[in-house]
């Protein structure tokens, strides 16, 4: 079974700041994996996502995020925090590039002046 | 309309009470979805559909049902609300063999 951890729940950076968001998978096969991003009030968007390309994914608004097998991991991270990133983000696995996704619990990121 | 839409916003319902939410698309995906989400649960899959005219149980489907007589909408069905029933409901839709899932905004459901 598929299952995502996000490591957690809250994580507070100052703007202009390194934001981390880490998110581990398991996967018997090999995965696809999104990261989507929830703004308050709103529905799911895509931030971006791994489908066996190149591991290093880059996606909107500065965020990238790399695969790495051997960790069975996908952080999030992006050099610079701005107030706008004030959301919160949800990992996802997929086997079959997204027809079933499991999604991580989430994490809220917090960004002070 | 533009991508997916989802009617109500939001509804207060006695328990017991039978309630029907909507979700359309307008950008002909094969596949559809519906999901709670839940402090600190994340999202969770209760019904799907590959394709107009066939549906699938999800993770969390009891108390659910769910059709798709056509391509472009996915009605959930609540038959008899229970409090536990409580979340906030996103449909989404996707290109079969497509990562990219499309999300509406959600309806925000209290069963009282």
């Known amino acids: 079974a598929q299952s995502v951890t996000q490591l957690g729940s809250h994580v507070s950076v100052s703007e202009g700041a390194l934001v981390l968001l880490r998110c581990n998978y398991s996967?018997?096969?090999?995965?696809?994996l999104f990261w989507y991003v929830q703004y308050p009030n709103q529905g799911l968007q895509l931030l971006l996502k791994y489908t066996s390309a190149a591991t290093l994914v880059k996606g909107i608004n500065g965020f990238e995020a790399e695969f790495k097998k051997s960790e069975t991991s996908f952080h999030l991270t992006k050099p610079s925090a701005h107030m706008s990133d004030a959301a919160e983000y949800f990992c996802?696995?997929?086997?079959?590039?997204?027809?079933?996704?499991?999604f991580g619990g989430g994490t809220r990121l917090m960004v002070k002046p | 309309i533009a991508g997916i839409t989802q009617a109500p916003t939001s509804q207060i319902l006695a328990a017991g009470r039978r309630m029907t939410l909507r979700c359309t698309q307008d950008m002909r995906h094969n596949a559809m979805y519906w999901y709670r989400q839940d402090l600190g649960l994340g999202l969770r899959l209760i019904h799907y559909s590959n394709t107009a005219g066939t549906t699938g149980k999800g993770e969390v489907p009891d108390g659910y049902s769910v059709s798709r007589a056509n391509t472009d909408d996915f009605p959930l069905t609540l038959a008899s609300a229970v409090p536990s029933q409580t979340s906030v409901y996103f449909c989404?839709?996707?290109?079969?063999?497509?990562?990219?899932?499309?999300f509406g905004p959600g309806t925000r459901l209290t069963v009282l």
């Open positions: 989404a839709s996707s290109r079969t063999g497509e990562g990219e899932q499309f």
């Open positions: 996802a696995v997929s086997f079959n590039a997204g027809n079933m996704l499991t």
């Open positions: 996967s018997s096969v090999p995965p696809y």
